[in-house]
């Protein structure tokens, strides 16, 4: 239901979030402003979303805005640290870094359509560098930077079937850290599901997605140089809507294992999603 907008009204949504993965033995990356090699990386982080789709309409569309705010753990594990690239002796072997901390509050926007069993909708989201970044440090949740991302998703919903087939597609926009002068190039993402309504409140299916970096990264704090990162994944999605009396509880599962990496590191992703309205226009 990626496509979809939901009527009129003050939604809440929390995501779980938590991430295993590393780099290949030997492989290179820049974090917080130094090379690392042979990395393992472990996220558990917690987005709280709230979002206000609005009476009003544009173009025939339903409008929405909302934000997110991140927080949680990141642990790092490094074979070795370098001064800089193709440095043979390390200044640093095997160490870890880790923190708990909040990450950068995101503001969203979204304008949707529906006809049939079409659903359709541009969305934007602007990352805000207000999170706590540890300068210096390897193990951030905040970017620390500014960063933007236009997408449009299209939702085909059968309620007869229960068939859910669903695809988003977008571009991310990224500012320089000041703190690293590294600036992330325009990345590329497509996300897809197929999901199947198997019993009341119950669905399951396939999910996946391709991330691709178009363009190289920049600034001084590029040690690598343009470090361009390609990456899919595959997995599979499991969802309960529990019916009360006055309101829906969603509930959802998601699971990812990522392939045929490029610059980036190879990990498994998951999501535990619990979403439900808390108010409703009349």
Do not use: C
């Not at 290949?24 to 982080?45: L, P």
């Not at 800089?84 to 880790?98: E, I």
């Not at 503001?107 to 049939?116: C, E, I, Q």
């Not at 610059?263 to 439900?276: C, H, K, S």
Request: no cysteine; hydrophobic share 40%.
């Amino acid at each position: 239901m990626a496509g979809f907008v939901p009527p009129p009204g003050i939604y809440s949504q929390n995501d779980f979030y938590f991430y295993n993965g590393s780099t290949q033995a030997n492989r290179e990356i820049v974090t917080g402003g130094h090379i690392i090699a042979n990395v393992s990386d472990s996220i558990r982080a917690d987005f709280q979303s709230l979002s206000l789709i609005t009476p009003w309409q544009i173009l025939g569309g339903d409008f929405g805005i909302g934000a997110i705010i991140p927080w949680g753990g990141v642990a790092i594990r490094a074979g070795a640290q370098y001064s800089g690239p193709l440095v043979n002796t390390p200044t640093r072997a095997d160490f870890g870094d880790s923190t708990l901390v909040m990450g950068d509050p995101v503001l969203t926007t979204v304008l949707g359509w529906h006809s049939g069993n079409f659903h359709w909708n541009i969305s934007g989201l602007m990352n805000s560098p207000l999170g706590y970044y540890r300068a210096g440090q390897v193990a951030n949740l905040a970017f620390h930077r500014w960063a933007g991302d236009i997408s449009g998703a299209l939702t085909y919903f059968d309620p007869k079937t229960g068939l859910d087939l669903s695809i988003v597609t977008g571009m991310t926009f990224n500012g320089e850290n000041p703190v690293t002068h590294y600036r992330t190039g325009t990345e590329y993402h497509l996300e897809w599901a197929m999901t199947q309504t198997l019993a009341k409140g119950l669905s399951a299916g396939v999910i996946g997605y391709y991330y691709k970096q178009i363009t190289g990264d920049g600034g001084t704090g590029a040690l690598l140089g343009p470090f361009k990162g390609e990456i899919a994944a595959f997995g599979g999605t499991i969802a309960y809507t529990i019916d009360l009396p006055e309101t829906q509880i969603s509930t959802r599962i998601k699971v990812l294992r990522e392939f045929d990496a490029t610059n980036r590191l190879t990990g498994t992703a998951g999501f535990m999603t619990v979403a439900f309205p808390l108010y409703a226009f009349k």
